[in-house]
């Protein structure tokens, strides 16, 4: 990268560490340090919802997946645009009515407690694993930029993302995925801009007659069937993953029901624009002719830093740093799973509740932070072993992760927010029961690769390639069908159900059927504080954007940096408007200086008394 891209990578670090210094005194108890307090403005979760889609994955295992076959990893993204358009019409609202702290909550209210320790002691090994393959994703994309080993890479960022978790929070995630939305989106789109302006490339006509011809006939690369049932295996997992309790953190930071259903607009917007933007690229790679094994022969999968050599071939010195501190960003909230919800899981629904019940917010603030760099060391210590045994490419080890592990726990959690009437124990059965059935599947893949493909009676001889789709698809499918019978099956059991039981079901379901009350719901959250905070980080990375065009550049590049530090010091300057004049009507008495949020265990004897009568909780 050159002294210039080091001291830019720097300075990152730099600011992302100083934001969990600025958001520390904010959180005073566990609901603002897990969810902000209930409090924030809807575009900014909308941005990190967003954001939390994707991470170092995307431009690492993701784009090396479309390197290697073509178009057919933009389905992954695309097929999550079905239920986002049902959250937006239906389920936005119900999340944000749960009024808990941590899904894990909700599973408790719904299910029962044995369902709830069931579901953390699953839950909370999974997502680190899960920030885990994030880590070693940006650790992979910087070790290829900057030379150093891949595992030195993972140590450093670990601590670093884990501090910043550790100290700000929810809040400092919030704050870093906004200024990072806005920092991706220009740097990947400018990369794009210059691939197309390429000789090699010609521009969007020569792009598009230059395409290989297994870009989008996707049969040139695997059986039409194959690829079918893989397709139909995406929208699927994505369905469970959008529509389920644990879908729901973001949305129970903001204040109202009218919120909650904005803050879906950036997502959907973002997931039709995004993997356009960012999977030219390594399709045009192979216009560039590069070299991937002799630029990167330390990596197992070369075509995982594809991005990454584009991005050195179009960029001007000092900019592909920028892009770095892009993907760091990512990273952060990918590992945020990992850390800050992951603490927020085993303080709210098992240290509080089993180990210390009588214990205060100050207590519990402390232990969270306690967790928080113990579970970071945990994921650093996972994403080594990845590194060290990585039998195939991230996007499918990602994806076999997720049909195999994930999908048992989803389904129930997306069943139970639209069927009441299932016994207390058809959760955590339901998780059980399909962790059995994938362990069936991948023993009968074990005694006989081709059990499947004589199945589907495919003819011709299965590659590597083709097995590896057919154990995605056959997972998700053996998953979704015995987890759904199991489920449904034991509804015949409601009837035996202990009162309790029956009781908290119909408190559950009336606090989502119940708007959020901004009068008798209070918080102390200062809305202009958010904006004038906000405003000034995005103030000051992007004047230091500005700034760095002063490195020796040609003219075009020197206007990349104008370009990409322009669009953050343009957030900035709406956002200290808005935060001004919002001052100057809370000064005038025409708004409340107090935005208002959700029920948790942080609220005052009256605040709740109110709330058991209006929903019962």
């Known amino acids: 990268m050159g002294i210039y891209g080091y001291g830019v990578v720097g300075f990152y670090l730099a600011f992302v560490v100083s934001l969990g210094v600025i958001f520390r005194r904010i959180s005073r108890n566990t609901s603002d340090y897990f969810r902000a307090g209930g409090a924030m403005p809807w575009w900014l979760t909308g941005a990190s919802a967003w954001v939390a889609s994707f991470s170092a994955w995307t431009f690492t295992g993701a784009v090396g997946k479309v390197y290697d076959t073509g178009a057919l990893a933009l389905v992954l ?69 900057v030379g150093i080993p891949v595992d030195t890479t993972i140590i450093l960022l670990g601590v670093v993302l884990t501090l910043v978790s ?6 400092a995630v919030l704050a870093s995925d906004f200024v990072q939305m806005f920092l991706i989106v220009a740097v990947t789109a400018l990369i794009t801009f210059l691939v197309l302006r390429q000789p090699a490339v010609g521009g969007l006509t020569g792009f598009w007659h230059q395409l290989p011809a297994d870009t989008f006939n996707w049969g040139l690369q695997a059986k039409p069937a ?53 999977f030219i690229p390594p399709i045009a790679a192979h216009m560039l002719h590069l070299n991937l094994h002799q630029m990167y022969p330390n990596l197992t999968h070369p075509s995982e830093g594809v991005f990454v050599a584009v991005a050195q071939r179009v960029l001007p010195q000092g900019m592909v740093a920028v892009l770095i501190c892009a993907m760091l960003g990512a990273a952060l909230t990918y590992m945020d799973a990992g850390l800050n919800k992951n603490a927020g899981i085993f303080i709210r629904c098992f240290y509080r509740p089993v180990v210390r019940p009588a214990a205060d917010e100050k207590h519990l603030l402390i232990v969270s932070k306690v967790c928080t760099l113990i579970f970071g060391a945990f994921i650093i210590a996972m994403a080594e072993l990845i590194r060290l045994a990585p039998s195939t490419g991230l996007f499918d080890l990602t994806n076999q992760f997720a049909a195999c592990l994930l999908v048992p726990l989803m389904i129930p959690m997306t069943y139970g927010l639209f069927i009441k009437r299932t016994p207390p124990w058809s959760g955590w059965s339901t998780v059980l029961v399909g962790f059995a059935s994938s362990i069936a599947v991948v023993a009968s893949f074990a005694a006989d690769p081709q059990w499947a493909w004589k199945l589907l009676q495919l003819h011709g001889q299965m590659n590597a390639e083709d097995l590896v789709d057919i154990k995605f698809f056959t997972s998700i499918f ?40 901004t009068v008798t ?86 605040d709740r008394n109110i709330l058991h009568n209006r929903v019962g909780l």
Request: glycine share 6%.
């Open 226 to 278: 194959t690829v079918a049932f893989y397709i139909a295996a995406l929208i699927m997992m994505n369905f469970f993953a959008y529509t389920n309790l644990e879908y729901s953190m973001m949305y129970l930071m903001v204040k109202d029901d009218r919120d909650a259903r904005r803050m879906v607009l950036i997502p959907i917007i973002g997931t039709l624009i995004g993997p356009v933007i960012w």
């Open 166 to 171: 550790f100290a700000g929070g929810a809040l």
């Open 77 to 145: 993204y695309y097929s999550s645009l079905p239920p986002l358009l049902l959250v937006f019409f239906f389920l936005c609202r119900r999340y944000r009515r749960m009024r808990i702290v941590t899904y894990m909550e909700a599973v408790r209210i719904r299910y029962g407690p044995v369902s709830e320790q069931v579901f953390t002691w699953l839950k909370v090994p999974l997502l680190m694993f899960q920030s885990a393959l994030g880590l070693f994703a940006i650790g992979i994309f910087i070790s290829a930029v």
């Open 521 to 606: 719901e209070p918080t102390t959250m200062r809305a202009d504080i958010i904006y004038w905070m906000l405003g000034g980080l995005c103030l000051v990375w992007g004047g230091f954007v500005i700034v760095l065009m002063l490195i020796p550049n040609p003219l075009w590049g020197r206007f990349c940096f104008a370009f990409v530090g322009g669009i953050l010091v343009l957030a900035s300057g709406l956002l200290l408007f808005t935060a001004r004049r919002l001052r100057h009507r809370i000064a005038q008495g025409k708004e409340s200086p107090i935005i208002v949020p959700a029920v948790d265990g942080s609220q005052t004897d009256q």
């Open 478 to 517: 053996v998953n979704v069908v015995v987890c759904s019978v199991w489920f449904f099956a034991s509804a015949a059991f409601y009837k035996h159900s202990p009162q309790w039981h029956k009781d908290s079901c119909e408190r559950f379901f009336r606090a989502m059927n119940t708007p959020v009350d």
